[in-house]
Structures are given as structure tokens and as C-alpha cells.
């Protein structure tokens, strides 16, 4: 990195770095009491309490859940796996048929994707053109042997908030499907109520809300028909075996504390510096689509197309000042196909590679957005005069 | 735990604490450079950085391998999930045939379980006395459907080493299976040569070797046709999606560095502590039965069967006095069963109920083995004398 210029981080949403309330609680679990918590000895008691620290801070995190209704994992993207997996292989005596939506991300896509070559049929679900699931293709969509709808809380690329209590009450009120959602992006913004929201399965991932990364969590509703996904040991009931990660799952509960009391606040904080960052790009420079929903969106996320330009190559000049931000999601960087969530609320294959994501984060201040704002300008107008993509817009 | 006593740990099978050096390491991935290292810009390919040198150091702990035959996953429980439903899924065109022992891991036995309600057939060789597969067996199960041969190098509970060389040279010569081990167990202690050993892949987790929890590797040839297991965005080639762990990945690589600095010397010094352990518990303790190979065995591994006691009850006993140690392994405590690798050694059930796992390690020193022995015997005298099962023996 050049140490020369200022460092905005924009880019929270592809990652957090741990708050330090959080790594001074993983500490003691490297070293001291490093046992493993399924160990029958006293050290290993040790481990097991703080693993069921951990899991009572999470219950509060997803309000409504119980302690025995937490599947610790190395993460979203296997909690999205498991959910999804789980579900389909315990109740395909039941059905073959899953609902989902166009948006969603790669760990539940390329799950159904997998499942289609199965056997398993899979509804993928327009969008509008702000990113919204309509209920109403939902209940069109359900059968007599639908299993599964899986539609996520809020989008990873342009923040769209889905009306999933809306969602869960055609789903339950129509079929006996069961209901999923992934609310990795917005646990740390938006109210998570498991029974408000009315679902039966919920996937977290610490690292997004300042938390360790190689952990996360699957809410799993009681009674719920589910097989493990990973096999092996008796750890997390048999459905999900393996050592625990010990400090991470400590680190996962207190971040999970430290959010449900920052939250609100957090929240706002945030909102009215995105507002900033979206009013200074739609003042100061021309020709930019904004992405997504302007309201029903997660405070800390703004996506625009800069018409006439290639994404990455505006990404890589801000980033040589000091700009951290990402095209699509981290996780399908190094693709040529541009955004499928940007595709899919109807954005022109041109201008979604001209698109930018910022994810705004604790650490962000007035003057992040206005060195953001300055830097954006300066290089958005030097790249359209040397662009040859500037004469085709 | 009650400060009176001496602490002895000697469940290192279980896990083991993380090497300062090793944390040390992983510190500044935490808050620093936490960025997600798919990240493009300038702050992702720090992290990007750190997980190619971790991997590097991998490929030096595995020798002869190369940074793109190594995948990182959450331990190796993945490891062997991935390992085993990754062979079996990509190939089940060519057939559907798998050889395994009976004494491996359950993250390996249950995955094969699972495996023949799908339509696969496993055969599961027995093992000798010593807990020894004999490569004859290999030879005689294999058959033209065979697409794996997964055999453990060393065992978790009773710490026999399989004759891996001469169980792949079957393999190789006699069919186009591939070939896997899981070397959780050895990895710390035995030469890991990919090349000399003849595995297609192999299984390792960083918190058996002073590592961090959370954290594995899965070898994999070039060219070996594997599918994904865990399915979502590009990381590790496709083959394991999911955010990295940097700080997990990182002291993965600071402790495989480690082990091949100290290897030798610690192998000899914790062999020569766990002959002394023996000696003096065949010396001190009448009726007790040494399980396992007396010599090709990990130099951390003890494990005795102590006639008419209940293991779990002399375990509490000693625990209560600082010292830790196991009945079967941490993955399957609470289980009812007696150990299935006790039993498929042939100790009798009731006498596999009344056995002790010590595994020893870095902290483990001469007055540790004299503090158990004292404690052992004492409790194991006081255990027989108030035993019901004592009288049955």
C-alpha cells in the first residue's frame, strides 16, 4: 500500500476488521484455555463454557432464538450450505422444489444450481428493478412440493431490503415449506427477530458485523427436518461436526453483544454519511445510475454505474489513493461476467461493469466521504477522457 | 478447575494451545490488514499476500507439493468431507466402490456411511492387534469400480502408523483409485512426503499442531478430478468457497514452518517422556493392557486399558488433580459406545470402557509423567477397591 494518501475503507461489506472488545475476549482462548470443549476434563469444561457464552450472546443477536437453536460454522458460506443442503436432503421424500431469487448470493445459488443436477427444481425469482422480491411470485411460485424458499434479508451488492415478514406469511399461510433466509449483511444494521420475520432457518457470518472471519452461525427453528451437511463427530448436536473453533466462536458471541447494543445508533451514523457520499456523487459528477432501492436499503451501502467507464479500472485508480471499495462482491472477483445481481434488476450488461460498490463501517467519517467524494470526481473525469467506452455511452 | 493442583495436559490428540510465535503472527490480520484478500484493491492484496506466503509454508510442511495442490478449509473435518464426497461425487461415473478401515476417524466413517445410503459401496478392512492394516487386504478388495482408498497415517486414539507407502504401491499398481489419508495425527511428528507417501490427498488441521482451531488444509494432486463439497463464490479455485481466514490461514502457515524446524527433537523428546509414562505404569499398576503397536506408533501416543475400571470415572478422578487426558477421542466424548477403534483392535468392550488415551506434547516434561504416574496409581488402586466391576474381572 501507498502510505501517502489517506485510507477510506468502503468495502465492509466484503469484510470487518475485528473490533478490539471482541479480540481482547478471543485472546485467552489461544493460549490459556485452549481445550478442546468437547474434552470430558475440567480444562475442557472451560472451553465448553465459553462456547455456551457464546451461544447465549448469539440467541440475543437473533432475538426470539434458544441456545439449542444456533449451529456454530466456519461461516456464511457454509451456513448456506447446510441450510440448504439440509433441508433438501432430509425432505425430498416430501418434494423436490425450491423457490429462490435471481439475487441471491453465489453460497445459495450455486447450491440449487448443484440441486437442479440432482433432481431437484429450482424457482428462481425476478426482481424489480430495485432489487425487491415481490410476495406475490412468491405465492405464485409455491407447490405442493415446494421445501424450501430461500430469499435473503438484504442484498450483498446493492443493499435491497426484502419484505420478508411479508414473505414468510405467504409462504406459511400457502404451503409447508420450510423458509430461509440469509441475513449476513444485514444483522449488524437491521432488526433480526426470528419470529417477526417468521423464519425457520437464518444464516450469519461474524466477520461482517466486526467479528472473526472462519465463523458463523445457522439459526435452525426446533423441530426443523434438517441433515448435517459436513459429517463426522457428535459436536453441535451431529449436525454440525468438528473441532469448534473456540476463539472464534467467542469472538463471533461478543460481537454479536456489541451490535445489539450499538445498532441504532450505528445505524444512523452511517445512513446520513452514505446520504452524504450519494448526494456528492449525484451533485458532482454526471451520467451515474444509482443501484438499488433509494430507502427500503441497508444504511451503509450505495452502488452506482459511471456511465462510459469499466468499474475495475475506476475501482483501481481510487485505490491507488487510498480507496477502498469493490465492484461486485468480493467473493466473485476475477469474473468476466458482470454482476448477475446488477443483471438482475435490469441494469445493461455495460453499465453493471461500470458499477461501484461503497459499504460504509464504523470507522467512517465526514471526511472519508468527502476525500471519497474528491478523489471520485478527479477520476471519473480523467478516465472518461482517455476512455474509448465514453463515445459508445 | 481447582488452582491446587499441577496442571498436566496431556490430551494434545485433542488439541493443542497455539505457539506464541504462531500468534504473534496472526495478530495484525485481526485489525491491520483484515481486508478480504478477493478484495482488488491495494488493501485486499495484503491479506491476498499473507494467504499465498501461509500456503507456501504449507506446501513445505506437505513436502513435494505445490501452492496450487493445496486448499484451505475450516479443519479437518472439511478436509475429509471434501476429500471423500469430492472423489466419490466427480467420479462416480467410472464407479462406485470405496475402501476405507474400520479404525479411521468418524469424519471419515461417517461420510462413508452416508456414502452407501447413496448407492456407494464401501468395504471396511479390518485391522490387526496393533491396529495395523494389512496392504494384502488392500489387494485383495480392490476391484475395477474402486475410485478411492482413504487409510489414516496414524491413528487418533491408539496412534498406530499404517504402512502408507506400501498401502498406495497397491493401490497404484492394482487400480485407478485415488488415494487419501488423513494425517491430523502425524503431521506434527512423521515425515509428510506426498511423493514418498503416494497420496492423491491428504487431510491435515493446524490446532493438532499448535496451530489455530478453525482452521485445515486438504492436499490435492494435480490433475485429480474432485468436485467442490461446500458450494458458493471463486475462493481456492472453486474447489472451497467462503470468505478466507486470514488470521486462521496465517498461523496455519507460521506452525507448519514451526513443525518442520522442530520435528525431529521434539519427536524424540516426547518419546522418550511417553516410554517413561509406559514403563511406569506397566511397572506401577497391575492388570493394565497396553492397546496398539508397541513401537510403530506416534512417539505422543499411550493408551492402556486399566482392567476393571470405568475409563470415564478414573478420568474424572485424576482430572480433579490437573491432569487431562481421554477416554476415546474429544470428536465422539459423551458417546455411550465404547471406541470403535478399541473394538476393532479387538480389546474386548468392557475393557475398551476402561481405557485412557494419554497423548503428550511441547509443555509435557519429566516431572509431568512423574506427577501422573503418582496420581494414576493412587486413584487407580482407590477406583478398584470401591469398583463393583472390579470383582467381575
Redesign the interface.
Known amino acids: ?2 502510505n501517502q494518501y489517506r ?1 477510506v ?1 468502503l ?1 465492509h461489506a ?5 473490533r ?1 472488545e471482541v ?1 481482547e475476549e478471543m485472546m485467552p482462548y ?2 490459556e484455555f ?3 470443549p ?7 469444561q ?1 472451553s465448553a463454557e465459553a462456547v455456551d457464552l457464546a451461544r447465549g450472546r448469539a440467541t440475543k443477536l437473533l432475538a426470539g432464538s434458544t441456545t439449542d437453536e444456533i449451529i456454530f460454522t ?5 451456513s ?2 447446510l441450510a440448504i443442503y439440509g433441508i433438501c436432503f432430509a425432505n425430498s421424500d416430501y418434494g423436490k422444489h425450491i423457490i429462490t431469487s435471481r439475487i441471491e ?3 445459495v445459488l ?2 440449487c ?2 440441486l437442479e443436477k440432482l433432481g431437484y427444481e429450482v424457482t428462481y425469482l425476478p426482481v424489480d428493478r430495485c432489487g425487491l422480491v415481490n410476495p406475490d411470485d412468491v405465492r405464485k411460485s409455491l407447490r405442493k412440493d415446494t421445501i424450501l424458499v430461500s430469499v435473503m434479508h438484504a442484498n450483498n451488492e446493492i443493499g435491497s431490503i426484502q419484505p420478508i415478514e411479508e414473505i414468510s406469511r405467504v409462504v406459511k399461510e400457502n404451503s409447508k415449506a420450510y423458509f430461509h433466509t440469509d441475513a449476513v449483511q444485514s444483522v449488524g444494521y437491521l432488526d433480526v427477530d426470528i419470529n417477526k420475520m417468521g423464519v425457520d432457518l437464518l444464516s450469519i ?1 461474524a ?1 461482517k458485523f466486526y467479528g ?4 458463523g452461525a445457522l439459526y435452525v427453528r426446533k423441530g426443523t427436518k434438517i441433515n448435517p451437511f ?6 453441535e448436536g451431529g449436525v454440525r ?8 466462536i467467542v469472538g463471533l458471541g461478543k460481537a454479536a453483544e456489541l451490535v445489539i447494543t450499538d445498532k441504532l445508533k450505528e445505524s444512523s451514523r452511517v445512513l446520513s454519511l452514505r446520504d452524504k457520499l450519494n448526494s456528492g456523487i449525484e451533485k458532482g459528477i454526471e451520467d451515474v445510475i444509482f443501484n438499488g432501492h433509494p430507502l427500503q436499503r441497508l444504511p451503509n451501502n450505495a452502488n452506482f454505474a459511471f456511465l462510459g467507464i469499466d468499474g ?1 479500472a475506476l ?2 485508480a481510487i ?2 489513493q487510498g ?5 461486485g ?7 468476466v461476467e458482470p454482476s448477475h445481481v446488477l443483471l438482475g434488476i435490469g441494469i445493461k450488461p455495460e453499465f453493471a461493469r461500470g458499477s461501484l460498490r461503497f459499504s460504509l463501517g464504523r470507522m467512517t467519517n465526514e471526511e472519508d466521504i468527502e476525500y471519497t467524494l474528491l478523489i471520485l470526481e478527479k477520476e471519473v473525469r480523467r478516465l472518461r477522457e482517455i476512455s474509448p467506452l465514453r463515445r459508445r455511452v
Open positions: 500500500m501507498n485510507k475503507y468495502d466484503a469484510t470487518t476488521p475485528v478490539t479480540l489461544f493460549q485452549f481445550a478442546n468437547m474434552s470430558v476434563h475440567h480444562f475442557g472451560k466456519s461461516g456464511a458460506t457454509e448456506n450450505n448470493h453465489h453460497a450455486e447450491v444450481h448443484h457470518s466477520h472473526p472471519k472462519g465463523v459436513i459429517r463426522g463427530g457428535g459436536q461436526p468438528g473441532t469448534h473453533n473456540v476463539p472464534g475495475e475501482l483501481t485505490s491507488e480507496i477502498y471499495v469493490s465492484t462482491s468480493a467473493c466473485s472477483s476475477g469474473e
